[in-house]
């Protein structure tokens, strides 16, 4: 069971009670104790104080158990600085390792729940080592018990220490579908789950490091030195970058080369709707696709509740239609029911419309657009 120091103030009031000393006496002495120590850990009052108690006054005050703590939601987390005692749970979008400018092996990972997501880290070679006996995938649903959570440069993260407690949970509470977030509603550096429909697509390949992407100067399958990696075997790197929408909003999405080689170029391009878990950077106006959720059984594809407007239908069909180089009608009217909700009668509405004003024809039974 995790447990903590008592607050300093309660401390100090426990050995006032027990040695006759004010309150400002025994600050003092705390002061001076704590120079034998080095810096680093003189900073914390608690522990000095704790110390001090036991070491020159013979006290040990009662330590409070903490309970084990309830299960709390991301955004909970991100509000929190409790530096342990804090559990959470949700699907591990990506993790990596990387090298601290100490030379030191570290791990860091994104978690996200229904809230939002957040990235955590992990220092300690015996932290690392116990996660990585968990086996632990991208898309698996994890729970963590008794973590802390640290900033650093105004951002924060999750910090799994040796008392954590790292949990894979097979039988997930929610999906990841059921994640997924407006894209109208994206929120800036946030990695998010979104569903979306890739309209167009386009394909830059180059020869590059498997591990960074970075391009290397040599032929693919050859020896080359990475800058950040070291010495690797150059392979082709494809990058996707598409228009998607989720049937109310469009927005520019890049699939990184680990991704396209873990699903497949076609199976993603060939896919109606994919469920992304992705990083928005307003800025570049991009959403830099983290994970790919495949669809391993038929699962009813509802992006948004929000019923769409005559307009919008007449506006996206076309694009679909070109998008898919024509579609018959049962396709299009299926097409339209799970990217925006659509029923029949509204998406046959909008198909005659758009035959009217002579934007799409048909042929053989396959819509297209009109050039
Ligand atoms: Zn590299």
């Known amino acids: 069971m995790p447990t903590s120091l008592p607050p300093v103030e309660e401390m100090l009031n426990f050995a006032s009670e027990r040695t006759g000393k004010t309150i400002e006496q025994l600050k003092k002495a705390i002061e001076e104790y704590s120079t034998k120590y080095a810096e680093v850990i003189r900073s914390s009052d608690r522990l000095m104080t704790y110390l001090y108690l036991k070491e020159e006054l013979g006290l040990t005050p009662p330590i409070s158990t903490v309970p084990p703590s309830e299960i709390v939601s991301i955004e909970e987390v991100k509000k929190s600085l409790a530096k342990s005692g804090l559990s959470t749970e949700g699907y591990l979008i990506r993790q990596w390792t990387f090298t601290t400018s100490s030379q030191n092996e570290a791990i860091g990972f994104i978690l996200l729940d229904k ?26 649903f994890i729970r963590l018990r008794n973590f802390g959570v640290n900033e650093y440069e105004g951002r924060k993260s999750m910090r799994i220490s040796a008392r954590t407690q790292i949990e894979k949970v097979n039988k997930p509470p ?8 407006p894209i109208s509603q994206l929120r800036d550096g946030e990695c998010l789950v979104i569903h979306a429909t890739l309209l167009t697509t386009e394909e830059t390949e180059y020869i590059g490091c498997p591990y960074c992407g970075r391009k290397l100067d040599v032929k693919e399958g050859q020896k080359a030195d990475c800058q950040k990696c070291g010495e690797v075997i150059a392979e082709k790197q494809t990058w996707i970058r598409a228009l998607a929408t989720d049937g109310t909003e469009d927005i520019q999405v890049t699939i990184p080369p680990r991704l396209v080689k873990k699903y497949g170029k076609k199976a993603i391009e060939d896919s109606y709707i994919l469920t992304l878990a992705g990083t928005y950077r307003k800025s570049e106006g991009e959403f830099m696709v983290e994970y790919i959720a495949m669809p391993t059984q038929k699962t009813e594809a ?3 509740t929000v019923k769409p407007s005559a307009n919008m239908l007449e506006e996206k069909i076309p694009l679909l239609l070109q998008s898919w180089n024509g579609m018959p009608e049962d396709k299009l009217i299926e097409q339209c029911r799970n990217l ?15 035959m009217n004003q002579g ?13």
Do not use: C
């Open 302 to 304: 509802k992006p948004q």
């Open 340 to 354: 925006m909700n659509a029923t029949e009668e509204e998406t046959r509405k909008a198909i005659e419309n758009l």
């Open 359 to 371: 934007k799409i024809k048909l042929e053989k039974g396959i819509y297209t657009v009109t050039n």
């Open 115 to 140: 809230t939002g997501s957040m990235l955590g880290m992990l220092f300690n070679e015996q932290v690392i080592e116990n996660w990585k006996n968990h086996n632990l995938q991208t898309g698996d």
């Open 174 to 181: 929610y999906s990841i579908e059921e994640t997924a977030t």
